[in-house]
């Protein structure tokens, strides 16, 4: 293969032993050094520490021990007897279950509502203030919000209170933690996947639409049975990318808002692991804790594989 | 005639500005609560635009930390780590979409499959490589993890495939070598896509939290983000005026390149979402 492919492109033309020669030697050893920077930091940051967390956690050490000690499986042992494991395994699925449908649902419905307004003028407007957050920093974003929950002077429970209700302790109650971190991290994501979802409506032809028009489908039939299977490997770009996003990202607000409580109740297994790492030095269980977290992502990236053989299969 | 169509819209202009609404006040209530005095902050009055505006959180933000490392780097380490991972991206991308190579696909699917890693799962490992090669509270620290970069990898073979390759062969007769071909032939028209590539990789760069909260961990090496962090906490979380003010500070790089370069900014998202 190696050889057709080089001979196709310059078939008519004579060449000279020598040029052959060297094209030849350098064929061998050039590609190599262009992919080297890539692929040794590649190694070094990504790949080897993925196997090394793995060796870690069969060991028990606390990153200053000169010596680390073989436990077997005792690490994923200790995990699953531990309660906050098994919370923030749950929590993990709750912030999918608050922010992915969001993520889909309401984005969704904006961009067929902007593609709906013949205005080429306003269009831009509501683009461009809708996709603010995405520039912002999440860390900044997680400050404003953090102003806006303040349980006594914040916004919301002003705004509450305007309406006669008393104010909810936002972030400091079970019940409502986790709600609001995942309404924050929607707030964050929401434009980008409004943008998304607008330009893949854009790039439907317009023939198709038309056709359907003078077939006299309804706009709910052209909506279930027309745009949204033609939609469908931006949807499922979008599932996978916030559901990421949503279980990685996420850490963010969980340690800017709450650090993991009240009880854990907003704890996933990201903030998890940099909790028993980096604030209770069990690199052992902390280790563990990532590999499950890992083989969780691994079905994950099943989904994604699946995802990127049916693009393929879409543009051939 | 034209009335018509837009009362027959008005309901959906009114759903968008609420969403706008939602999306945007917000930012108006930070940059609102940064110029009111303490006083003010903490009413149980609505008020968009303070009775006394004051710039007093401003002044006390700039004298109470070290604000301008903070920002700087950021800067350092965001800008770093774009050159990098263009760098090693343009690189690799050229090797795939110029060569044929034994271990080809194999090489591709592991750039590739990198992206998946989530950071959690290599956080530890990483740490501990920093920790030995001493570099915590460095920029290197925060910039050597980060130089690769599957997805523009992935990008950017995309773009030189589509690139003809007899200009390739063309420039390969005319004695050049993969080198001078790389920065003659390519560079010059993939610089559309990389400039566009670079503005995504430093907004994510410079968003960065997670991994510079661990290895910067004195005041001055910090990052924006962590700096931020840092400030509430000493503050023990009361001085609302002046977090807003540092939150505004540090949101006005990002919102003056988004505001400049909006179009471009919003379609470099699109492509990146799409492809």
Known sequence: MTDTDSKKGSLSLPRSPLATRRQFSRFKIAPYLYLAPALVLLITFKYWPMFFTFFLSTMKWNFINPVKHFIGFSNYIELMDRELFWTSLVNTFRYMLFIVPVQIVIPLFLALLLTHISSNRVKPFYQAVMFTPTVLSFAIVCMIWLWMFNPSHGFLNHFIGLAGFEGISWLSEKNTALPAISMVTNWKLLGYNFLIFYAALQAIPSEYIEAAVIDGASSGKIFWYLKLPLLSPTTFFILVTTIIYSSDRVFIPINMLTRGGPFYSTTNLVFAIYRISFQFFNVGVASATATITFLIFIVITYLQIKYLQKRVHYEA | ?275
Not at chain 2, 91 to 114: I, N, P, Q
Not at chain 2, 174 to 188: C, E, F, M, V, Y
């Open chain 2, 1 to 275: 005639m034209k009335r018509k169509i837009n009362i027959r819209f008005l309901p959906t202009h009114i759903i968008l500005l609420i969403a706008c609404v939602v999306i945007f006040f917000p930012l108006l209530w930070m940059l609102s609560t940064s110029f009111k005095e303490a006083g003010e902050v903490f009413t149980h009055e609505i008020r968009l635009i303070p009775h006394a505006p004051s710039v007093v959180n401003y002044v006390y933000v700039w004298k109470s930390t070290p604000f301008l490392h903070w920002l700087l780097n950021s800067a350092i380490t965001a800008i770093g780590i774009t050159v990098c991972q263009i760098m090693t991206s343009l690189f690799a991308a050229y090797a795939f979409g110029y060569y044929d190579f034994f271990g080809k696909k194999f090489l591709f699917l592991t750039f590739v499959g990198s992206m998946i890693i989530p950071f959690a799962v290599i956080m530890i490992p990483n740490y501990i490589i920093i920790a030995k090669l001493k570099l915590q509270n460095t920029w290197w620290a925060v910039i050597l993890p980060y130089s690769v970069n599957g997805f523009g990898i992935f990008l950017l073979r995309q773009y030189i495939l589509t690139f003809p390759k007899e200009l390739f062969d063309a420039s390969k007769l005319d004695g050049a070598n993969s080198w001078t071909t790389l920065w003659r032939i390519l560079a010059p028209v993939i610089k559309a896509p990389v400039f566009a590539l670079s503005i995504v990789f430093f907004l994510d760069a410079w968003n960065m939290y997670f991994w510079p909260l661990l290895v910067l961990t004195e005041n001055t090496t910090r990052t924006f983000s962590i700096g931020l962090q840092y400030f509430v906490d000493f503050e023990e979380g009361q001085d609302w005026g002046a977090f807003m003010a540092a939150s505004t500070m540090g949101a006005f790089p990002a919102l003056a390149a988004y505001i400049i370069a909006q179009k471009q900014i919003i379609r470099v998202y699109i492509t990146s979402g799409l492809k």
